[in-house]
């Protein structure tokens, strides 16, 4: 999480627009493309005669516009992938899109504040099963129905907090499937270590594990000092899939994960061959020029970025993308490969492969019936790549 000086905001703009206008080429050119098959002999790397196509997708909004100026932004998808709820956080609606026919179905509307408030800031939302809705708002988690009427408050005790020193435990509040806990990583949030805090909403005990691999990733942050407040700090993903709830990080190839019907946590290690295993690149931890800052934190994302890990419910797998950018002497980037891991449903390495003719990862990837689905913006109007993998 980073603020960013107007340059930086301005060039990094100018940055993704190119990544744009490239990828929509790539996804056309590709399309009609496909890695062939070899004759070698049977390898353990299940990716290694990966092939695959990709089309391209466009969802219907109507005479309604689906806001596109974040991207998605904040969004969740229901249980079964079939619908993407998109929050609008300028009319305060929940925009329902059908994955299956394309298009705008309507837009549900909440109350920003009052009883039934769901927050001015939503920072993250979860599409139930039973058709309810999560709403984090930094400062808490509640559950609201589809006509907008709150359910119930999930309310951290705060006596415990403070007895567990559990600084910022509502920063990254994640709520299970099933509505039986809170997740969260508490910490300070510019620097030191991490844990992973399981909050039982009904009884208000918090369980906590300690994070210690992952100790040298918190210690990455960086603040510009001459008075215009920029600040970067290395973060983390927090999701829930395939019966786990994972936490990774762009600056690692390891992963922590915590099992939800073991009830227990792990620390995965990978043995790659294709890639850095972490991010190398360092920050001081003071800049007393915007500009340094603005390089330095620009100079950092180059090298290795690993995404968050995707279920592939149809293959019982995970996925997980990741970019090498090579700058050039200069500075400029010149090229970037992007590369695909696939594990098993304990995490267990399956298999890597560099993906050919691909300038950027995916985008808010998912899978839906086998598909992958990314994210693309097509003239200001919500669009996907469909990728379809054969191996």
């Known amino acids: 999480m980073w603020r960013m000086s107007w340059a930086l905001q301005y060039s990094l ?3 993704n ?3 744009l206008a490239i990828i929509s080429l790539i996804i056309f050119l590709f399309s009609c493309s496909e890695k062939e098959k070899s004759d070698k002999p049977e390898s353990d790397n299940i990716l290694e005669d990966l092939r695959y196509s990709v089309d391209t997708v466009l969802v219907n909004s109507g005479n309604e516009i689906i806001d596109l100026s974040r991207d998605l932004g904040t969004y969740d998808l229901s249980p079964d992938h079939q619908t993407l709820y998109k929050w609008d956080i300028h009319k305060n609606v929940l925009q329902v899109i059908s994955l299956e026919s394309l298009e705008l179905k309507e837009s549900l509307p909440f ?3 009052g009883p039934n408030g ?5 920072v993250k939302l979860v599409a139930h099963q039973n058709g309810t809705f999560g709403f984090n708002n930094y400062l808490n988690f509640a559950v609201f129905d589809r006509n907008g009427n709150k359910l119930k408050d999930l309310e951290i005790n705060e006596e415990e907090v403070l007895a567990q020193n559990l600084e910022s435990i509502n920063f990254s509040l994640l709520l299970t499937q099933d509505q039986l806990a809170l997740f969260s990583l508490p910490g300070k949030r510019m620097e030191g270590p991490k844990k992973l805090a399981r909050i039982d909403p009904k009884s208000d005990q918090i369980l906590t594990w300690e994070l210690p691999k992952f100790d040298w990733i918190t210690e990455i942050s960086a603040k510009e000092t001459s ?3 920029g600040y970067f700090f290395e973060s983390f993903y927090l999701s829930e899939s395939g019966n786990k709830i994972l936490i990774s990080s762009k600056a690692s190839s390891s992963i922590y994960y915590y099992d939800l019907e073991k009830d227990s946590i792990f620390y995965k290690e990978f043995d790659l061959k294709l890639t850095p295993l972490r991010k190398e690149n360092t920050l001081k931890k003071e800049y007393d020029s915007p500009d340094e800052f603005s390089t330095e934190v620009t100079n950092y994302f180059k090298g290795v970025n690993f995404e968050n890990p995707i279920w592939n ?4 797998m995970y996925f997980r993308f990741a970019s090498f950018t090579f700058p050039s002497e200069s500075g400029e980037v010149i090229k970037k490969d992007i590369f695909l891991t696939a594990f098993d449903s304990d995490l267990n390495l399956l298999g890597e492969l560099k993906l050919p003719n691909l300038n950027s990862a995916p985008s808010d990837p998912f899978f839906k019936n086998g598909q992958l689905w990314s994210y693309v913006n ?3 109007e919500l ?9």
């Open 111 to 113: 109350e920003p504040e």
């Open 17 to 19: 627009m190119r990544n």
């Open 383 to 391: 669009g996907f790549a469909v990728f379809t993998f054969d191996f």
């Open 227 to 229: 008075g215009t407040g």
């Open 378 to 380: 097509i003239d200001d």
């Open 118 to 122: 769901v927050g001015n800031t939503v």
């Open 13 to 15: 703009l100018i940055f």
């Open 313 to 316: 419910p149809s293959r019982n």
